[in-house]
């Protein structure tokens, strides 16, 4: 792994390497050297924690670890269906606009009526879309709070923006802790632990999946200004 050679590294700023971040839903097989999944994770630990907990673990596999992982999820997931959690009424119609980007022309070009490829393209969860390293986080501790998942947020942050600034693409994933008793199994996690998603890392692929414009709600609609 680690002799395998990686693009020329040139620093980014933080604005680029912010606005260049994207979900990668498809890689190359090229392996991850371990010593970059070790730098971006140390830039990260660099994240602030409510008195200094650093609550934040963060597990990742690759190579025979890598699939011994993705066939338990990938056999649970055919036995079982993808398993995601709901949203209430009012957050559906983000999830919807996303699904079109992504299974629409835009993406995956899948027919709306095609309902074995829309299978086949949401099981590709469970393989981590093809990533050379998967990866789990986690909240280190079930008795800490909302405040100390934010903090596990931050460092997640900091991962993801270290990886871009490395060529590497990321994708958080929520479909993976669906199966609770195969990641905590398989990753090796504490019952203690709070399952919170799982991770792909990888070289993206070029495929047009990989530079859809999702889009952001204007900032008005989240950014609360007090002058009196």
Partial sequence: METTPSPPYTPKTLATCITA?????????????????RACATLATNAPSNSNTQPWRLRLAHGPARTRIVSALQSAAN???????????????????MG???????????????????????LRNYEFFGAPVCGLVTLCDERLTAMDAMCVG????????ALTERGLGSCLQVSVV?????????????????????????WPAVHPVNVL???????DEVLILLDE
Wanted: charged share 25%; aromatic share 10%; with cysteine.
């Fill in 21 to 37: 971040r994207h979900s990668t839903r498809l890689f190359t097989p090229d392996p991850v050297p371990a010593s970059i999944l």
């Fill in 79 to 97: 036995d079982h269906g993808p398993r995601i959690a709901p949203l209430p009424a009012e957050f559906n119609h983000f999830r919807s606009a």
């Fill in 100 to 122: 079109h980007k992504l299974y629409g022309p835009e993406g995956w070009n899948i027919p709306r009526d095609d309902a074995a490829h829309h299978l086949e393209a949401q």
């Fill in 154 to 161: 931050l460092f997640v942050q900091n991962f993801v923006l």
């Fill in 178 to 202: 669906g199966f609770p008793e195969v990641v905590r199994r398989e990753f090796g996690v504490a019952k203690e632990e709070v399952l919170l998603c799982g991770i792909a890392i990888g």
């Fill in 213 to 219: 414009d999702i889009g952001r709600e204007d900032v």
